[in-house]
């Protein structure tokens, strides 16, 4: 696994009595939730248990029908606008497939958050979006791509470049290796454990990759019963008494996924 040695206690991101309702639809319910500076969290649950839309709330895209999400001190719900637009600058998102605009290059698409940054030199704004597509392992003439000409694994380290372009303390990641094939999953997962190591990042890291969790989570949360039903680590997860936990982390894939992590 990623290693734990690299969190700290301080929590950045608190979660509780979490409501999410769509119509009749109860999501969650008094949801409690806290991720730690440092670690990367990877949020596990059955089809409908509301992984994205936790995402998305944290991140401050649904706003939910009650309770309080605290993000680096600051009430998400309850901040004003320029409180809300300093800490958005402090974290980034990538969906899943990269949700990159279809009428701008690469390079274009990751200018789209700097440009919000008043007073950045243009020519300063390009060779930091040149910086971060390097980063995010794409090749240097990347950029002047449409994401119409990358491959689906391309797209989708596009969208990591353009999370990662301000800087950020905290990556939201939405189902990152959806879609990939094993070698670039694999290849994914080491590219995030080598950047959350080097740029100090805390990653909340929605996925049902059995291997991602493995390679790349320090903890898990599994979302069930419309809550956070447990956290821990893998470890502790094969020891969880629930049906959907124990199936998940002991069926054929868990114990494939294990066998390759203890290669």
């Avoid at 950045?12 to 409501?19: A, E, N, P, T």
């Avoid at 769509?22 to 949020?43: M, P, T």
């Avoid at 190591?197 to 990653?203: E, F, I, Q």
Wanted: aromatic letters at 4%; one cysteine or more.
């Amino acid at each position: 696994m990623a290693g734990g040695d690299r969190n700290t206690d301080e929590i950045v991101i608190s979660v509780r009595g979490l409501r999410n309702q769509f119509g009749s639809h109860v999501v969650h319910e008094n949801l409690d939730l806290d991720v730690r500076r440092g670690e990367i969290l990877g949020v596990v649950g059955g089809s409908g248990t509301g992984k994205s839309v936790l995402l998305r709330t944290i991140a401050g895209l649904q706003k939910p029908t009650s309770g309080s999400v605290e993000v680096m001190g600051v009430d998400v719900l309850s901040a004003d606008e320029e409180t809300r637009t300093a800490l958005e600058a402090r974290w980034g998102v990538m969906f899943q497939d990269g949700a990159l605009f279809s009428s701008l290059t690469v390079r274009e698409n990751v200018e789209v958050p700097m440009r919000a940054v008043v007073g950045l030199d243009p020519e300063i704004r390009v060779a930091l979006a040149d910086l971060r597509i390097s980063m995010a392992g794409l090749p240097w003439n990347a950029g002047d791509k449409y994401p119409a000409e990358l491959s689906g694994g391309m797209r989708k380290r596009a969208g990591l470049a353009r999370a990662l372009a301000l800087d950020p303390e905290i990556v939201f990641l939405d189902e990152p290796t959806a879609g990939l094939d094993p070698i670039g999953a694999s290849a994914f997962d080491e590219l995030i454990v080598k950047l959350s190591r080097a740029m100090g990042l805390t990653v909340f890291l929605v996925t049902h990759d059995l291997d991602t969790l493995h390679a790349v989570c320090d903890r898990i949360a599994v979302l069930a019963e419309r809550k956070v039903l447990v956290t821990g680590t893998m470890k502790q997860m094969l020891k969880v008494d629930h049906p959907w936990v124990h199936e998940y982390f002991h069926g054929p894939r868990a114990r494939a996924a294990l066998d390759a992590a203890a290669e």
